[in-house]
């Protein structure tokens, strides 16, 4: 069936480092990206997303990149600080439905 | 923003009882809450969606007797866990929607941790 899923599952970058993670979709149909932080022992949070019209939107310290020949979508994060060590997980939905599938998440390690 | 809580944060029981967690968003009305469950080092899974006043729509594999949701009001849905076993120790997070304009973003809540002895 349709699916999400990420490259890595696991990720270390330096403190100061710039943090890339993947995620790449399968449903073509899908025109809405989510990208979502969750720690441990907490419920997601939501970071940035963007809709399938865009191939790039940026946040405070983040960047997410959309390319839609290759059902692909990217994270970037800028400076990371150890604070941003969790997991991420990408999420998408198609046009009308409400329901988000998410991908199976990337563990991002910051090293001090 | 949008704040949506649950409780209770986690809760131990013993197997054969029932374990009701509730889901509230409270700064907003929710025409939507979203039940998942995530198991260690795993991603969220959709259980079922529910809209206010109306039966939960559940995904395939949920059993519906068994995992009931009553979304009795546009800042309040709750999950009842029925005759709960081991098995059904996991991490349960809900989330709420409310369609405004084109937007239509799920804000999740903490998380209740359950463990079934």
């Known amino acids: 069936g349709e699916s999400v899923g990420l490259h890595l599952p696991t990720l270390s970058v330096q403190e100061g480092d710039n943090s890339i993670i993947n995620c790449a979709y399968s449903n073509s149909a899908s025109d809405y990206f989510i990208w979502y932080k969750q720690e441990s022992g907490k419920g997601p949070q939501f970071i940035i997303d963007?809709?399938?019209?865009?191939d790039k939107r940026q946040g405070q310290r983040v960047t997410v990149l959309l390319n839609k020949t290759v059902k692909h979508l990217s994270l970037q994060i800028a400076a990371t600080q150890p604070g941003d060590s969790a997991v991420y997980f990408c999420a998408e939905k198609s046009g009308s439905a409400r329901q988000l599938t998410f991908g199976s998440g990337t563990q991002l390690t910051v090293l001090p | 923003g949008a704040v949506v809580s649950q409780h209770p944060s986690w809760v131990i029981c013993k197997s054969g009882t029932s374990v009701k967690i509730e889901c509230r968003s409270l700064d907003f009305q929710a025409t939507t809450m979203f039940w998942y469950r995530q198991f260690p080092k795993q991603s969220l899974m959709l259980m079922a969606t529910?809209?206010?006043?109306?039966?939960?729509?559940?995904e395939q594999g949920v059993e519906k007797d068994k995992f009931l949701i009553n979304h009795a009001s546009l800042t309040l849905s709750t999950l009842t866990v029925t005759s709960a076993h081991p098995e059904d120790s996991s991490f349960y997070i809900c989330?709420?929607?409310?369609?405004?304009?084109?937007?239509?973003?799920?804000?999740f809540g903490p998380g209740t941790r359950l463990t079934v002895l």
């Open positions: 989330s709420a929607s409310s369609l405004s304009g084109s937007t239509d973003t799920q804000y």
């Open positions: 963007i809709r399938s019209n865009m």
């Open positions: 529910s809209n206010e006043g109306s039966k939960a729509t559940y």
